[in-house]
């Protein structure tokens, strides 16, 4: 932790020397608003709003069905994926962006699961993370159901100790969304294939947030979110990734037209495409996906900004700053820090904890009601609600997106969190009704 | 068919009769085309592109995360689906719009599955028709794989035959895509129940276009397409529908956190909620749903004009007009028909078929020349590929959609496949380089 004693003039003094600042003035943001949630619905491109025009009255409009080609709709998911690809250390076709995460997730497990059974037929342990993201846990008890094997979950500080030769996958997310810490993938991945275990990664959190490298780390199945850090859109589709040298070896059982090798000879006999295309499945929501490029190109002008090492060095002064400062002044209201210190471990959102008993009157931790006070003051984050437990605390969860948040930005977020805890006023009763669902 | 002898002016008369006429105003087509193809992309309601730019400036923009609650971006699927439940013959709570058709179908297919097993433990025998649409097959494959199932495929005048008490389930889409032909659900569903089998409908081509109920029939399970008779987009979500008795006996394996009972509590274990909410998985496309709401609301507002029976009328004596006219004024040039005549046994459009060896210089049947002619006319409609036998000829086809197509339409539209055919126009090479992809 730095000793820096930060001011608001040393904070705009940070933004007058980002080198990303220009990259804030492409997206949409409402006015008086810190949105510090780009970790679960990234901010609007400004160009999607005439992007998506553009497809609904021209291409839909009065192209019609013609536009399946002349507006390449039909190889979207794949094009959008070679685009990305290099921010995830991935190669040209083996990306496409198509259905949701659970559903990418279900098909990379199952030819996870298709893979570990054929070359070590008696391994049966899945092993996770016990605070893995629910819908990865839902989705690997389905296909461990179906496969007959048995999923583990561990705490974090466990899983290398459990890396043994009696197990068949190791399905990871690489940025924990309640606490931002991250696993060192090359180094599991390794570690994991010294035993014969085949790894599933998780990247919803780190895409287009901090450096990843798939084939770096020769990792063997990759999916990914696009609403959150790649600022896609409300449930644009996600990403599907796939290492070459196992993409052939199986074929997913969401066996539909779109991951056909002929989809329009209309054969009544399955036979997968090569390549990532054999992981598609339907017919894609095409506004949805159109969208989502505009939120790619962004990633794609900042390439001559500096790319992901820039945005990366500006995640961590961001996160820095922003732990320094909650530190400095939000101190003796119990707040304490879910996130690790250490970069290597840090993804690009900073979670705060608070203990249960810390409510209105002794009852729950005051967590949800202390986001609620800082979302009515403009300061947009999270709550995410602990397990009751001492082990997972309540959760105050606040994304850094260095394409649009600012270092100010960051020192009035935490001058508002220093109010809402000095004043109290976090425990009016309007802040206090817990009814929110996202 | 009827002896009746159609002329332009006899055509107009009927436009000008026509109580749904108005509706052609909802939607924006673009001018001097003739949109025949709405069975393969719907056309786009004028209201779509403010309702898009108001998801995307305002809701995404604007709102930001809060959309989720405030804009009901999170009970969309449902709300779309109670909305269109009616036409389908569906209760309120049973119909979902998510995912695509393909994924639908994997999900409600291991649900017939696993009923399947549990009522009758020793059927293996899965019941299609050959000329299904293929996506449906190789769903059909690998859910038939993974569960010990053997999938076999029929000719539609061979299945009632084989509604026997070996049989696990029947999986029939109601309207043929080759050739327009309906199958008569209720009382198909009543003969296979009488043996105790499951059925599952596909009806993307029949929703909107026909009328469906499903209760009625006591259909078990129903997917469906939204971006055809719909017009909810390219790519829209499509739906599912399970008859109550049946929603909570089992779920489905694409247990994501949006089928989740408790989706935002974050309990690592899958507790699938009620009803038709545990066929959801994945967070879905917001854009592509709400351009999907226009195309809903057209149903809604036709239904003052007499709805689905007014929308049924107007199909059929528009197909019938369409059949009367290619006889009269097209005979002689090898064209034959393969949509029944019958009107209990056809959907909303008619399938031409042309035999090999009637191509240019003896080479293919001509059928796709002759829609890409008439495609550079401005008449749209589109060409499926033959299997080379006598069985399964190429076919040309044309969808009539009430909503917006009239009998002026179809008088234009059989002049211009005339004038394509008596004056040899599709034998010139820019016809015939088949490259098409959809």
Chains 1, 2 share one sequence.
């Not at 945005?311 to 400062?325: C, G, M, V, W, Y």
């Not at 993804?347 to 005051?366: I, N, P």
Request: proline share 5%; glycine share 10%.
């Amino acid at each position: 932790m730095s000793p820096t004693t930060h001011t608001l003039e040393s904070c705009r003094a940070l933004d007058a020397a980002d080198a990303l600042a220009p990259l804030k003035a492409q997206f949409s943001l409402p006015q008086g608003v810190i949105y510090l949630d780009g970790n679960s619905l990234g901010a609007q491109p400004r160009a999607a709003a005439a992007r998506v025009a553009e497809v609904v009255q021209q291409e839909w409009g009065q192209d019609l069905i013609t536009a399946w080609n002349k507006a390449g709709w039909i190889d979207l998911p794949q094009r959008l994926g070679d685009q990305f690809a290099p921010w995830i250390g991935a190669g040209t076709g083996q990306v496409a962006f198509t259905d949701t995460t659970s559903i990418n997730l279900y098909k990379v497990l199952t030819a996870a699961a298709r893979l570990a059974q054929a070359e070590h037929p008696g391994r049966t342990r899945v092993l996770s993370e016990r605070s893995n993201f629910p819908t990865d846990l839902y989705i690997a008890q389905s296909v461990c159901q179906a496969h007959g094997l048995e999923l583990v979950l561990l705490e974090p500080e466990d899983i290398t100790a459990q890396l043994r030769d009696d197990v068949a996958i190791l399905m990871l997310t690489h940025v924990n969304y309640r606490t931002g810490a991250m696993h060192d993938m090359a180094a599991l991945t390794a570690q994991a294939h010294a035993q014969g275990i085949v790894c599933v990664w998780d990247l919803c959190h780190s895409a287009g947030a901090v450096p990843v490298d798939l084939l770096g780390a020769n990792a063997d199945y990759a999916v990914g979110c696009s609403y959150k850090y790649l600022n896609g859109g409300p449930g644009a589709p996600a990403f599907v990734w796939v290492h070459p040298r196992l993409t052939d070896r199986f074929w997913q059982p969401l066996s539909g037209w779109f991951g056909h090798a002929a989809p329009f000879e209309f054969t009544p006999d399955y036979r997968p495409a090569a390549g990532i295309q054999r992981y598609l499945c339907g017919t894609q929501p095409i506004l949805s996906l159109s969208a989502l490029q505009c939120g790619l190109d962004v990633f794609t002008a900042s390439e001559a900004l500096g790319g992901m090492a820039a945005l990366r060095a500006k995640s961590l002064a961001l996160t820095d700053l922003f732990i320094a400062l909650v530190e400095q002044r939000c101190a003796g209201h119990g707040i304490g820090l879910a996130t690790p210190r250490e970069h290597a471990r840090r993804g690009s959102q900073v979670c705060l904890t608070r203990a249960e008993g810390l409510g209105v009157d002794g009852q729950g931790s005051g967590a949800y009601a202390i986001v609620q006070a800082l979302i009515a003051r403009g300061v947009i984050g999270d709550f995410r609600k602990g397990d009751g437990t001492g082990r997972h605390l309540d959760i105050l969860r606040f994304g850094f997106t260095p394409l649009y948040v600012g270092f100010a930005d960051v020192w009035h977020a935490v001058e508002h969190l220093r109010d809402v805890l000095a004043s109290g006023e976090w425990q009016q009763p309007e802040f206090n009704h817990v009814n929110a669902v996202t």
